[in-house]
């Protein structure tokens, strides 16, 4: 498939020039006085910031225009310890200095909730908003190293808070409010935070979700809580009595004015967030990302992959659970105005979304492969009824973008836009593989590696393999490498998570495959993937075939240990009223046959009504094949609807 895959879109001469790929290859050729830089493509300075690493993030780092008090004159040490290596470690800096380095009457943030209540900030309200907010975890003596931890939906409060917590070198967390209070406590349990920020309740699919309860149980026993800030936003001043140590933010606030903001200058690796892992197979690591790494990642990613510009309406529907809300609030260190929302993004109707798209004329539109499949088949058509003149990208992520996905935002939302597949995780804050301004779009494929990710995919062997699926793996540095775990002795966890594998390489565990071109495609994750008759098999090549089909709305697949070997069996969630009937069963196997192997075709295939997954819309395959073979599932709290597992337990179909 990738050799034949077809160009959907091509980008104008006078896009190429004006992005900042165009811009940051001209930048290098002056910084380096290197008149023989052979240097003319986006292909050309990803070989080069992989050959000269110090030299590239030394220049993203002058390009991006990093604030710090002090940079120092070493960019990396231990080049080849893998971990080990440190970036900039004379470095002195603050991450939410850069996201606050203007305070003018640009519009930083824009809110719109379900319930149509749109909210504003301009730059400089924001920087007000962050100092009184800093000065008032300070008084509760927030300090450098502490923990904050948040319960909240996607608004500005959100941002306000972490900003502040990020300037007084705190460290930052956050769940949405739509865990369990189990699920909360088995995040927040394990970093003891000193100060909760909680919410009154929140709205989804039109019904108003009281959370006052939840964030009792939570606040009750989290034992290292000096203070729970209560944020209203469902109720003008929600009762909290009940709350231990809470106080309503309008009076956690009162006391202080805006002032000058005094940042607190940290190492480069010094704790920024603590991310959780979405998975069901224990309680969730605590995964610690630091100020620089996570800064000057986001800033390569948002500028020369996504080609970001001051004032760029940088939208991405995401809830402060999952990884892209910090990817998002990254932005505005390229100086862009957030779009949040929060909310079912089909609710009242299936385009909200696109309608929240024209009225506030975003360029970037960030959303995930689940949601396209799904408005795709809604038979929304945003092209017919929307305009959509300033949206210039689409960026994609949570699981691979189908080939018929792709064909669906060209034909049915904009012809004329980037469409970037992305793909990385909370493990790195950020991608491995995602856009690039100044190349084509191939018909199901990610444009590029990430500029200074050395990726490469491996067989089972560990050798280098182009144009065969394999294993994700990263054989350089890089700065946005986690410091580690949270309480992770001797770094043991960590360790076991990413270089069990191979030595001195990170295995990230997508299975993907590296054509000759350059672009990729991911077949799914590593962990998943199927082996009937010991062939790999990634379970995306069977979703991208099932999910064709009108009448089937999503799948899960899974490989169910049978007779001494490994046989296929597919979950089909089908249209509402249809039933799987022998015909539709033939149909689908045919679609498969034809379009991948035989070895590809389940041998059963099974009607459920819904899909389990994460909070963040991941589908939990692995939880599912737990279920099928009788296994313990850990960790129900992270899934967003745990309900849907019974579907699959004892299925009689399944013992024969």
Same mark, same amino acid.
Not at 140 to 158: C, I
Not at 390 to 404: A, H, M, N, V, Y
Not at 553 to 579: A, H, K, N, P, Y
């Given at each position: 498939?990738?050799? %034949?895959?077809? $160009?959907?879109?091509?980008?104008?001469?006078?896009?190429?020039?004006?992005?900042?790929?165009?811009?940051?290859?001209?930048?290098?050729?002056?910084?380096?006085?290197?008149?023989? /830089?052979?240097?003319?493509?986006?292909? =050309?300075?990803?070989?080069? *910031?992989?050959? %000269?690493?110090? =030299?590239?993030?030394?220049?993203?780092?002058?390009?991006?225009?990093?604030?710090? *008090?002090?940079?120092?004159?070493?960019?990396?040490?231990?080049?080849?310890?893998?971990?080990?290596?440190?970036?900039?470690?004379?470095?002195?800096?603050?991450?939410?200095?850069?996201?606050?380095?203007?305070?003018?009457?640009?519009?930083?943030?824009?809110?719109?909730?379900?319930?149509?209540?749109?909210?504003?900030?301009?730059?400089?309200?924001?920087?007000?908003?962050?100092? $009184?907010?800093?000065?008032?975890? @300070?008084?509760?003596?927030?300090?450098?190293?502490?923990?904050?931890?948040?319960?909240?939906?996607?608004?500005?409060?959100?941002?306000?808070?972490?900003?502040?917590?990020?300037?007084?070198?705190?460290?930052?967390? &956050?769940?949405?409010?739509? #865990?369990?209070?189990?699920?909360?406590?088995?995040?927040?349990?394990?970093?003891?935070?000193?100060?909760?920020?909680?919410?009154?309740?929140?709205?989804?699919?039109?019904?108003?979700?009281?959370?006052?309860?939840?964030?009792?149980?939570?606040?009750? @026993?989290?034992? &290292?809580?000096?203070?729970?800030?209560?944020?209203?936003?469902?109720?003008?001043?929600?009762?909290?009595?009940?709350?231990?140590?809470?106080?309503?933010?309008?009076?956690?606030?009162?006391?202080?004015?805006? !002032?000058?903001?005094?940042?607190?200058?940290?190492?480069?690796?010094?704790?920024?967030? +603590?991310?959780? &892992?979405?998975?069901?197979?224990?309680?969730?690591?605590?995964?610690?990302?630091?100020?620089?790494?996570?800064?000057?990642?986001?800033?390569?990613?948002?500028?020369?992959?996504?080609?970001?510009?001051?004032?760029?309406?940088?939208?991405?529907?995401?809830?402060?659970?999952?990884?892209?809300?910090?990817?998002?609030?990254?932005? /505005?260190? @390229?100086?862009?105005?957030?779009?949040?929302?929060?909310?079912?993004?089909?609710?009242?109707?299936?385009?909200?979304?696109?309608?929240?798209?024209?009225?506030?004329?975003?360029?970037?539109?960030?959303?995930?492969?689940?949601?396209?499949?799904?408005?795709?088949?809604?038979?929304?058509?945003?092209?017919?009824?929307?305009?959509?003149?300033?949206?210039?990208?689409?960026?994609?992520?949570? *699981?691979?973008?189908?080939?018929?996905?792709?064909?669906?935002?060209?034909?049915?939302?904009?012809?004329?836009?980037?469409?970037?597949?992305?793909?990385?995780?909370?493990?790195? $804050?950020?991608?491995?593989?995602?856009?690039?301004?100044?190349?084509?779009?191939?018909?199901?494929?990610?444009?590029?590696?990430?500029?200074?990710? *050395?990726?490469?995919?491996?067989?089972?062997?560990?050798?280098?393999?182009?144009?065969?699926?394999? =294993?994700?793996?990263?054989?350089?540095?890089?700065?946005?490498?986690?410091? !580690?775990?949270?309480?992770?002795?001797?770094?043991?966890?960590?360790?076991?998570?990413?270089?069990?594998?191979?030595?001195?390489?990170?295995?990230?565990?997508?299975?993907?495959?590296?054509?000759?071109?350059?672009?990729?495609?991911?077949? !799914?994750?590593?962990?998943?993937?199927?082996?009937?008759?010991?062939?790999?098999?990634?379970?995306?090549?069977?979703?991208?075939?099932?999910?064709?089909?009108?009448?089937?709305? =999503? @799948?899960?697949?899974?490989?169910?240990?049978?007779?001494?070997?490994?046989?296929?069996?597919? #979950?089909?969630?089908?249209?509402?009223?249809?039933?799987?009937?022998?015909?539709?069963?033939?149909?689908?196997?045919?679609?498969?046959?034809?379009?991948?192997?035989?070895?590809?075709?389940?041998?059963?295939?099974?009607?459920?009504?819904?899909?389990?997954?994460?909070?963040?819309?991941?589908?939990?395959? /692995?939880?599912?094949?737990?279920? +099928?073979?009788?296994?313990?599932?850990?960790?129900?709290?992270?899934?967003?609807?745990?309900?849907? /597992?019974?579907?699959?337990?004892?299925?009689? %179909?399944?013992?024969?």
């Amino acid at each position: 498939m990738p050799t %034949e895959a077809k $160009i959907l879109w091509t980008p104008s001469a006078s896009r190429v020039k004006a992005s900042h790929i165009t811009k940051f290859i001209k930048y290098i050729k002056n910084k380096y006085n290197k008149q023989l /830089l052979n240097i003319h493509s986006s292909s =050309e300075l990803y070989d080069w *910031s992989i050959d %000269e690493p110090t =030299e590239f993030w030394d220049s993203v780092w002058s390009y991006c225009d990093v604030l710090s *008090s002090k940079k120092g004159k070493t960019i990396l040490s231990n080049p080849h310890q893998m971990p080990g290596a440190k970036w900039f470690p004379e470095a002195r800096l603050n991450y939410a200095e850069n996201l606050l380095r203007q305070r003018n009457d640009q519009e930083a943030i824009v809110f719109r909730g379900e319930d149509k209540v749109t909210n504003r900030l301009t730059y400089a309200e924001l920087y007000d908003a962050v100092s $009184i907010t800093a000065q008032a975890l @300070s008084k509760q003596g927030v300090k450098k190293g502490d923990r904050v931890a948040a319960f909240l939906p996607n608004l500005p409060d959100t941002i306000i808070f972490m900003l502040a917590t990020a300037s007084l070198g705190a460290l930052w967390s &956050s769940c949405s409010p739509d #865990f369990g209070s189990q699920g909360v406590l088995d995040r927040f349990g394990q970093i003891k935070p000193k100060i909760l920020i909680g919410v009154d309740g929140y709205y989804y699919n039109g019904k108003h979700i009281e959370t006052t309860g939840k964030l009792r149980e939570i606040a009750e @026993s989290l034992k &290292s809580l000096k203070k729970v800030v209560v944020v209203p936003y469902t109720t003008p001043r929600p009762k909290i009595k009940s709350i231990k140590q809470s106080i309503h933010l309008k009076d956690f606030v009162k006391p202080f004015q805006p !002032g000058q903001i005094q940042f607190k200058q940290v190492p480069f690796n010094h704790p920024l967030f +603590i991310m959780f &892992s979405s998975g069901t197979t224990g309680v969730p690591k605590c995964i610690v990302h630091g100020h620089g790494g996570t800064l000057l990642q986001h800033l390569k990613e948002h500028q020369l992959h996504t080609d970001i510009k001051p004032k760029d309406r940088f939208f991405y529907f995401t809830t402060c659970g999952w990884m892209m809300w910090n990817w998002l609030v990254s932005g /505005l260190a @390229s100086g862009a105005t957030l779009l949040l929302y929060d909310g079912s993004p089909t609710y009242p109707k299936a385009d909200t979304l696109f309608d929240f798209a024209q009225k506030e004329k975003i360029t970037i539109f960030g959303t995930s492969a689940k949601y396209i499949d799904a408005i795709n088949k809604l038979g929304v058509q945003p092209k017919k009824t929307h305009k959509l003149t300033q949206l210039k990208t689409i960026t994609s992520t949570g *699981s691979p973008l189908s080939p018929e996905s792709f064909d669906y935002v060209y034909t049915s939302i904009k012809k004329d836009v980037l469409l970037s597949s992305i793909a990385g995780g909370t493990d790195i $804050i950020s991608c491995f593989v995602l856009g690039d301004p100044t190349l084509p779009v191939h018909r199901g494929e990610i444009q590029r590696r990430g500029f200074g990710l *050395s990726v490469q995919v491996f067989n089972d062997e560990g050798n280098i393999i182009v144009g065969e699926k394999g =294993e994700l793996v990263c054989t350089k540095p890089f700065p946005s490498m986690p410091i !580690g775990f949270w309480n992770d002795k001797g770094d043991r966890k960590y360790l076991s998570a990413y270089f069990s594998d191979y030595k001195n390489t990170w295995c990230h565990g997508d299975f993907i495959e590296l054509t000759k071109r350059g672009t990729l495609v991911i077949y !799914g994750r590593s962990d998943a993937v199927l082996n009937p008759g010991g062939v790999r098999i990634g379970t995306a090549e069977i979703y991208r075939q099932v999910e064709k089909l009108d009448s089937v709305m =999503e @799948s899960l697949v899974i490989g169910q240990s049978w007779q001494s070997d490994t046989r296929v069996v597919l #979950f089909v969630r089908l249209r509402d009223g249809l039933t799987l009937n022998e015909s539709l069963q033939t149909e689908i196997k045919r679609t498969i046959r034809a379009n991948t192997t035989p070895r590809h075709v389940p041998e059963k295939i099974l009607q459920v009504p819904d899909i389990p997954r994460t909070k963040s819309g991941k589908i939990v395959e /692995l939880a599912v094949r737990n279920i +099928i073979h009788q296994e313990t599932i850990k960790n129900i709290e992270a899934l967003a609807n745990p309900e849907a /597992l019974a579907y699959f337990k004892d299925r009689t %179909e399944l013992k024969t």
